[in-house]
């Protein structure tokens, strides 16, 4: 069916990988189109399939995870949205994969219904950056070296639109910015799309890596 959301998992654990795709193809609007058991099966079935979401592990044999994504994103015509799945305690690469082209993170212990309604959000556009995947990409900030200045796409933002920026970069939700800002949702969502624009980045990950790259928010600012 061409509404369904087409879907490549890559893990390098089997029984990952059958466990996800039961999950997933329980629900009508949803398809899984490839397994992939390594970095490299993972580039080459989404050249081939095409799915919407890509699924990806971070430490594969052949070719990581974070490779990976850095190939599938440079690859010509519109790339599929990547969301990572990661082992909170384990993977110290969330900034990597953040900056080769991730769209959103999920913890690998996250519930079915969780990862169903991540798949469907990914797929929509959305960005999933939990507020636990946040303070550990800070964490990964605060052992960089400091950005080298700010770029000219941060220069062109408005008072209001770097004020949203630094509210994303501090994990804030849309509707905690609303809310902050005391302002609508749906301005803040104006403001974010302008954002993204200007920057010249696809998503909301991308624009928080260039917010702490540029200096623009530092890690332990209030």
């Known amino acids: 069916m061409s509404d369904r959301t087409r879907v490549l ?8 990988r059958s466990g996800i795709r039961l999950i997933l193809e329980a629900h009508s609007d949803l398809e ?15 050249r081939d399939q095409q799915p919407h979401v890509v699924l990806m592990d ?8 974070i490779a990976a994504i850095a190939r599938i994103c440079a690859s010509p015509g519109d790339a599929p949205h990547i969301l990572v799945l990661t082992t909170f305690d384990q993977d110290d690469h969330l900034y990597d994969a ?5 769209t ?3 913890l690998k212990t996250a519930p079915p219904e969780q990862l169903v309604a991540a798949v469907r959000a990914t797929a929509a556009g959305e960005t999933l950056l939990a507020p636990s995947i946040t303070r550990r990409l800070l964490d990964e900030f605060t052992r960089r070296p400091p ?10 933002l408005t008072d209001r639109e770097r004020e949203v920026l630094v ?4 994990g804030l939700s849309n509707s905690e910015i609303a809310g902050e800002l005391v302002v ?4 803040v969502k104006s403001h974010l799309n302008r954002i993204l624009a200007k920057l010249g980045v696809r998503d909301r990950v991308q624009a928080v890596v260039l917010a702490y790259e540029s200096g623009l928010v530092r890690p332990g600012d209030a």
């Open 9 to 16: 998992v890559a893990d390098d654990q089997t029984l990952v």
């Open 147 to 156: 950005g080298g200045g700010i770029p000219r796409e941060v220069s062109t």
């Open 167 to 170: 509210l994303v970069a501090r």
């Open 184 to 187: 609508s949702e749906g301005t």
């Open 32 to 46: 899984v189109v490839g397994e992939a058991n390594d970095g490299v099966e993972a580039v080459q079935l989404t």
């Open 98 to 102: 953040a900056r080769a082209g991730a």
């Open 104 to 106: 959103g993170f999920l």
């Open 58 to 65: 971070i430490q594969m044999p052949r070719l990581d995870g």
